[in-house]
């Protein structure tokens, strides 16, 4: 430090000018002209223009990993029969109901086999043989909760299944 240096005191909302360096005695003058006397340790040089030559580098934040046994979401089962084969008209309703019980048997043990929490199995609202069977297969498993997944009990075209 040296005299016409702008200093701070740290600890103490007080700056000012050094007008004199004894040793390791500073005196600084303030703003209203009131002379201070500080040891070296306790003032930091003042240097507006210290950070204007910095560049700042903005950094991606990183992305939290959520594993799939922790998300939020469900995962979705769609038991209408247009979504499960290519050709809907081909099958008779035996086979049609025989192919939608065996994709909800295998979306049960994919559940279990990868830990997932929460299945929602989407079968419509009918003369209800489907969500009969739905509700069938359901009951027959252990290890699982399941309830309507509106609000109104009757007639919801959706179960929610909580795997333990």
């Known amino acids: ?54 560049k700042i580098v903005k950094k991606a934040e990183p992305k939290k990993n959520i594993s799939k046994k922790h998300q939020k979401n469900a995962l979705v089962l769609d038991l209408h029969f247009h979504n499960l084969v290519k050709n809907p008209n081909d099958y008779d309703s035996f086979e049609r109901l025989f192919i939608q019980k065996e994709r909800l048997l295998e979306t049960l043990s994919f559940c279990r086999k990868n830990h997932l929490k929460r299945l929602e199995i989407v079968h419509g609202i009918g003369d209800g043989v489907l969500q009969r069977m739905v509700l069938d297969v359901l009951e027959s498993q252990t290890g699982l909760d399941f309830y309507n997944k509106e609000i109104l009990h009757h007639q919801s075209g959706a179960v929610m299944v909580e795997f333990h």
């Open 1 to 54: 430090m040296k005299i016409g240096d702008k200093v701070s005191v740290v600890d103490e909302d007080l700056s000012g000018i050094v007008t004199s360096v004894n040793g390791n005695i500073v005196v600084f003058k303030d703003e209203y002209g009131f002379t201070y006397q500080y040891p070296k340790e306790k003032l930091v040089p003042k240097i507006s223009d210290l950070y204007e030559n910095i």
